[in-house]
């Protein structure tokens, strides 16, 4: 009885545990130059916000990404700060292999939000690693980028770190999912979503022009399967919710973009298309009074956002055979269909305009921060 009920737990556990596709691509491979950042959020807590925290007592000002149940905004998902430092996660399933309870685990956020606070620099992120009490209860890839250039994910379990930089890498991009690089082979998660990752990126790759809506726009509203080979966006309308990089449990899709060596730190801008990417607008998020759109914030009395609550609507409308395992099979026609009228196909031109408008108003920005210095 014991056996099975460890069983189980650990079942629920995988079933259930954070899973998110990431990238950190150099500007080498960007429209403009600048190193992007990032992370298709997976995780069981449906109900996300963005929130911006001002400088006090020392700490920096930054602006992240939370779930709405922590009120106390103690756990940062993604998120960056007014010196252009910027941080993200993947859960990793194959690092620990220690007795560290439950209960003192899943620190991830609680790290994020620190470093947030208190880095400039890709290497004090290191530094605050080597310096944080052990066991640090976590098991992840953070991934990392700074307003000079730098760029690295480290591969983090409660006792140790590998530091993967992306100067290293002679593609100019890194990748990662749900096993670690350095931890045990063929264990972990993600390794189909990893493939298409890889896959929707080649031709961005080829052509070096990777921009914040690559990810919105087409890895996160894409559902190739790469053990499959197969695309398919346009072809069934039933298809099983397994291995896509969007899925039920997907609640936002997010880029930071960093600016170049020199720029003010000011610039760094996030991208993000908060709730079921499939079904949501994207918004531009920045450090300053006014930098993140009202429709983003906890702002019910639950401290949902209004925005990720409207998008919840629509993915329920694309999940919404609720009989049997009916509530696993995804409704492509809810998103891409003959007559146009799909989610996708009604939000992503609508998008690419946000895009347009984001940049004019960075621009705006730009010009400001400028007159200020």
């Known amino acids: 009885m014991k056996r099975l009920s460890f069983f189980l737990v650990t079942l629920l556990a995988v079933l259930t545990a954070d899973a998110c596709t990431s990238a950190i691509v150099s500007g080498c491979l960007t429209a403009n130059g600048r190193p992007l950042l ?22 920096l000002e930054f602006v992240a990404l939370f779930d709405a149940r922590d009120t106390r905004d103690t756990a940062a998902w993604m998120g960056f700060n007014e010196r252009g430092f910027a941080i993200m996660n993947t859960a990793s399933y194959n690092l620990n292999k220690d007795n560290v309870p439950a209960k003192d685990m899943d620190r991830e956020g609680v790290v994020m939000r620190y470093a947030l606070e208190r880095c400039v620099t890709v290497d004090d992120f290191e530094r605050l690693l080597q ?39 002679p593609s ?22 990893h493939e298409n990752e890889k896959h929707l990126l080649e031709p961005f790759i080829a ?4 921009t914040p809506a690559t990810f919105t726009e087409v ?20 298809v099983v919710d397994q291995d896509f990089i969007p899925r039920a449990i997907s609640t936002a899709s997010v880029v930071i973009e960093g600016v170049l060596p020199g720029e003010h730190p000011g610039l760094t801008t996030m991208w993000i298309a908060l709730g079921y990417p499939p079904c949501a607008e994207v918004f ?8 993140v759109p009202d429709v983003l914030r906890g702002t019910t009395a639950q401290r949902h956002s209004v925005q990720c609550d409207l998008v919840g609507k629509r993915e329920a409308e694309v999940f919404h055979n609720k009989r049997g395992n009916g509530k696993r099979y995804i409704d492509l026609s809810k998103l891409y269909n003959s007559a146009g009228t799909g989610y996708c196909q009604q939000l992503i031109p609508k998008n690419m305009e946000a895009y347009r408008q984001g940049y004019a108003q960075l621009e705006r920005r730009r010009l400001a921060l400028t007159a200020r210095r």
């Open 172 to 193: 100019g991009i890194l990748t990662r999912t749900n096993y670690s690089f350095s931890g045990r082979a063929d264990e972990g998660q993600g390794y189909i979503r």
């Open 38 to 59: 990032w992370k298709n959020r997976d995780t069981g807590e449906q109900n996300n916000r963005v929130e911006r925290h001002k400088a006090h007592n020392g700490l």
């Open 219 to 238: 890895l996160s509203r894409t559902f190739y399967h790469s053990m499959r080979g197969k695309d398919y966006t346009y072809s069934e309308q039933w």
């Open 284 to 291: 531009a998020c920045w450090t300053g009074e006014g930098g």
């Open 207 to 210: 052509q070096k022009n990777i």
């Open 131 to 169: 310096q944080w009490k052990k066991p640090m209860g976590v098991e992840a890839n953070f991934g990392v980028i700074d307003a000079y250039g730098n760029g690295a994910y480290f591969e983090t379990g409660n006792y140790s770190y590998t530091r993967y930089d992306l100067s290293d890498e």
